[in-house]
């Protein structure tokens, strides 16, 4: 019991070492306006969303054509049985 309690504190120890060594430096905490950022630290959003909806719709497109191939099996499959049926009850 006293083994857990050690073991909870000294990891609780460590996970606030982690978060402290994770701080920005002191000069950078204050808040800058979007306008007063020099222009090497603006992202522009525009590559990001647009890749982002290309990548969506890549796998959106991807998703639809395994459907379609699977659709496809599955009529091919469906008359195949028919053929092998209508043969089948010929023979009887």
């Known amino acids: 019991m006293i083994r857990r309690a050690l073991v909870a504190a ?3 120890g460590l996970s606030g070492l982690a978060v402290m060594a994770q701080q920005p430096p002191s000069g950078s905490d204050k808040f800058l306006p979007l306008d007063q950022l020099p222009p090497g630290q603006e992202l522009p959003a525009a590559p990001f969303l647009i890749g982002a909806y290309a990548f969506v719709w890549v796998g959106a497109m991807f ?3 395994t ?3 699977r659709v496809g099996k599955l009529g091919d499959e ?3 049985l028919e053929r092998r049926s209508a043969r ?3 023979a009887r």
Do not use: E, P, Q, S
């Open 10 to 12: 000294w990891l609780t």
């Open 63 to 65: 998703y639809l054509w």
């Open 67 to 69: 459907i379609w191939r």
């Open 78 to 80: 469906m008359k195949a």
């Open 88 to 90: 089948g009850d010929g």
